[in-house]
């Protein structure tokens, strides 16, 4: 088992920056793939990032590639998500998630642990 605890949303004005935080317990982080989701309001969830192998590898939405940064702190058990040239269209909840297969997917359902998420709004 793994509890996931997001934190670092908010309100911020186009182009500005949030960094968001997962902070895992139970099983040890680098044990799992980790990911990034979100789901704005009337839409499905939508994967942003995952991050695997400790950092070594990294993967992106095309829509957040070049403005979004994945990484982990293994020592703290915390995954962070950098947001800059936040969009309007970045509006959403966030979430954090694990995947015990270690396969990096984009499919929401590889992952079987979830955090409540966080709120971003982006305002124009």
């Known amino acids: 088992q793994v509890q996931l605890v997001e934190s670092g949303g908010g309100l911020v004005q186009a182009g500005g920056s949030l960094r968001l935080s997962c902070a895992a317990s139970?099983?040890?982080?680098?044990?799992?793939?980790m990911g990034w989701f979100r789901q704005a309001p009337g839409k499905e969830r939508e994967f942003v990032a995952a991050?695997?192998?400790?950092?070594?590898?990294?993967v992106y939405a095309d829509s957040v590639r070049g403005r979004f940064t994945v990484s982990g702190d293994n020592a703290k058990n915390t995954m962070y998500l950098q947001m800059n040239s936040l969009k309007p269209e970045d509006t959403a909840v966030y979430y954090c998630?694990?995947?015990?297969?270690?396969?990096?997917?984009?499919?929401?359902?590889?992952?079987?642990?979830w955090g409540q998420g966080t709120q971003v709004t982006v305002s124009s």
């Open positions: 998630a694990a995947d015990p297969t270690q396969s990096g997917s984009k499919d929401l359902y590889k992952y079987d642990y």
């Open positions: 139970g099983r040890t982080f680098n044990s799992y793939a």
């Open positions: 991050i695997m192998r400790s950092g070594l590898i990294t």
